[in-house]
């Protein structure tokens, strides 16, 4: 899809405040980027320095509202047109667009020069490997072109407790890479809920989010087969040994609501919005619940 026509767009008539600056970090994004990767990397077999602990998760923290910066710059236009991202600091005209775009460049230089400095080059070069991945990958070409952007642009938000584990280790394992599929997995159908009572948002801005493009019935039918997938994925690091039965049963029950809320969306009817929003409520709160259970579960074991 091209750009919208954003040459008339609002000039700021202030100067943006940091309530602005903070906001196109997408700090409720950020926190769950921050929250898996603070326990990738408490759960990663070895020993950081307290102080190199949390400095690598500032710079995940760093990264992540770099990426929401630079996303707020390119996407102005749908934002402009979204009722859900209208109130935006750049379509709203409280901030020029090249300030936002400095802003998350710097961001993002400085966290991954930070990272590879006072932690190692593999955790920098995989934060340097997401932020690139969102920007590049999802926000420029994957989520104006394809029903698939959220399929593959999950790469982006999975990365983080890969971050978190090389910054422990050094290296990526197999652990590491279950940890990345669970969010992989985890998230088109968190942002498919959202997408189903959002659709004349995606609509108008030309987005071809899946409801847009398949339909409602076909989009609801896709949350309950990557439900389905993911629950037993949640479930993998007990089978695989860095997690124990407490994480396990804890896992089971968690991925077993997710079903059922999903089933709820797949039988709710096409003006029935609340499974819907129910089922991406909840998806957040399965993660925070899934990670904190695996951390939990490491200071048990430790």
């Given at each position: 899809?091209a750009r919208i026509d954003d040459t008339?767009?609002?000039a700021p008539t202030r100067a943006a405040?940091?309530?602005?600056?903070?906001?196109?970090?997408?700090?409720?994004?950020?926190?769950?980027?921050?929250?898996?990767?603070?326990?990738?990397?408490?759960?990663?077999?070895?020993?950081?320095?307290?102080?190199?602990?949390?400095?690598?998760?500032?710079?995940?923290?760093?990264?992540?509202?770099?990426?929401?910066?630079?996303?707020?710059?390119?996407?102005?236009?749908?934002?402009?047109?979204?009722?859900?991202?209208?109130?935006?600091?750049?379509?709203?005209?409280?901030?020029?667009?090249?300030?936002?775009?400095?802003?998350?460049?710097?961001?993002?230089?400085?966290?991954?020069?930070?990272?590879?400095?006072?932690?190692?080059?593999?955790?920098?070069?995989?934060?340097?490997?997401?932020?690139?991945?969102?920007?590049?990958?999802?926000?420029?070409?994957?989520?104006?072109?394809?029903?698939?952007?959220?399929?593959?642009?999950?790469?982006?938000?999975?990365?983080?407790?890969?971050?978190?584990?090389?910054?422990?280790?050094?290296?990526?394992?197999?652990?590491?890479?279950?940890?990345?599929?669970?969010?992989?997995?985890?998230?088109?159908?968190?942002?498919?809920?959202?997408?189903?009572?959002?659709?004349?948002?995606?609509?108008?801005a030309g987005v071809p989010m899946l409801?847009?493009?398949?339909?409602?019935?076909?989009?609801?039918?896709?949350?309950?087969?990557?439900?389905?997938?993911?629950?037993?994925?949640?479930?993998?690091?007990?089978?695989?040994?860095?997690?124990?039965?407490?994480?396990?049963?804890?896992?089971?029950?968690?991925?077993?609501?997710?079903?059922?809320?999903?089933?709820?969306?797949?039988?709710?009817?096409?003006?029935?919005?609340?499974?819907?929003?129910?089922?991406?409520?909840?998806?957040?709160?399965?993660?925070?619940?899934?990670?904190?259970?695996?951390?939990?579960?490491?200071?048990?074991?430790?």
């Amino acid at each position: 899809m091209a750009r919208i026509d954003d040459t008339a767009e609002a000039a700021p008539t202030r100067a943006a405040s940091v309530v602005d600056y903070v906001a196109l970090l997408k700090p409720r994004v950020m926190s769950l980027v921050v929250f898996t990767g603070a326990v990738g990397l408490a759960v990663a077999p070895g020993h950081l320095n307290p102080v190199l602990a949390v400095i690598a998760v500032l710079c995940i923290a760093i990264g992540a509202g770099a990426s929401g910066a630079i996303n707020m710059w390119y996407d102005r236009d749908i934002d402009a047109v979204m009722e859900r991202t209208r109130a935006r600091p750049i379509p709203a005209g409280r901030m020029n667009p090249d300030e936002a775009l400095s802003f998350g460049v710097v961001l993002a230089g400085f966290s991954v020069l930070v990272m590879g400095l006072a932690v190692n080059w593999a955790a920098a070069i995989l934060l340097a490997v997401t932020i690139g991945f969102y920007v590049f990958n999802y926000t420029m070409w994957l989520k104006r072109r394809t029903p698939q952007n959220i399929v593959i642009g999950g790469a982006a938000g999975a990365f983080p407790p890969m971050i978190g584990w090389a910054a422990v280790t050094g290296d990526i394992s197999v652990a590491s890479i279950v940890l990345f599929a669970i969010i992989f997995m985890w998230t088109p159908p968190h942002f498919w809920a959202l997408a189903l009572w959002r659709c004349g948002d995606y609509a108008r801005a030309g987005v071809p989010m899946l409801p847009v493009v398949a339909g409602d019935r076909e989009t609801r039918r896709q949350i309950l087969i990557y439900a389905v997938l993911l629950a037993p994925l949640g479930v993998a690091p007990w089978f695989l040994g860095f997690a124990g039965p407490g994480y396990g049963i804890a896992a089971a029950v968690l991925g077993a609501l997710f079903v059922v809320s999903a089933v709820r969306v797949w039988r709710g009817g096409e003006a029935d919005h609340g499974p819907a929003k129910q089922l991406f409520g909840y998806s957040i709160l399965y993660l925070f619940a899934l990670y904190g259970a695996l951390l939990i579960d490491s200071w048990l074991v430790g």
